[in-house]
T-cell receptor, first 115, second 114 residues
């Protein structure tokens, strides 16, 4: 079945460091891909999305490119801040899902940024 | 910006009791979802709801669970007889029409079963 695999955390970085969180997927067809972020004590917020191959999603300095050839959607940020400390989730929805649009989630990667 | 709201933020219930978790989705959204996240584990899909009926449900969503949209604005999840393993954070989400519309989530209800 469809699945999402994320790199295990926790990831600990110093402020202004470069961030990469790896995400790969298994899915039939061409899923839509998402990164969600969960700040401490808060809910799940959409960070960015990409709906077709070679699309790049971006938001708040974060980027991820939909790579069909490697079935990947790695999250990157050039210079992290303490305020980026959170848990990051990679997720997908199946293409042609009709009314069945459930999100399939990775395990989440905890990021801690130290000043 | 419109948002999904969930109440209560924390619910503590005795095992075997019924619990109702409430959600107010974004007003023009037509798709509604419940997910749960057991502490330290991944987010799991429970159920999706469209056009006043369940469109998909997971294995977790057994006969003890039900959903309802009682009044056109609220979307509720009921657990009839709670078990210890139902303790989790429950998230409601909604999305607009269109195949690739993202789901917008509430802040969740933390359910603790004693």
């Amino acid at each position: 079945g469809d699945s999402v695999t994320q790199m295990e955390g926790p990831v600990t970085l110093s402020e202004e460091a470069f961030l990469t969180i790896n995400c790969t997927y298994t899915a039939t067809g061409y899923p839509s891909l998402f990164w969600y972020v969960q700040y401490p004590g808060e809910g799940l917020q959409l960070l960015l999305k990409a709906t077709k191959a070679d699309d790049k999603g971006s938001n708040k300095g974060f980027e991820a490119t939909y790579r069909k050839e490697t079935t990947s959607f790695h999250l990157e940020k050039g210079s992290v801040q303490v305020s980026d400390s959170a848990v990051y989730f990679c997720a997908l929805t199946r293409s042609n899902a009709g009314n069945n649009r459930k999100l399939i989630w990775g395990l989440g990667t905890s990021l801690a940024v130290n000043p | 910006e419109p948002e999904v709201t969930q109440t209560p933020s924390h619910q503590v219930t005795q095992m075997g009791q019924e619990v109702i978790l409430r959600c107010v989705p974004i007003s023009n959204h037509l798709y509604f979802y419940w997910y749960r996240q057991i502490l330290g584990q991944k987010v799991e899909f429970l159920v999706s709801f469209y056009n006043n009926e369940i469109s998909e449900k997971s294995e977790i969503f057994d006969d003890q669970f039900s959903v309802e949209r009682p009044d056109g604005s609220n979307f509720t999840l009921k657990i009839r007889s709670t078990k210890l393993e139902d303790s989790a954070m429950y998230f409601c989400a909604s999305s607009d029409v269109g195949g690739n519309q993202p789901q917008h989530f509430g802040d969740g209800t933390r359910l603790s079963i004693l």
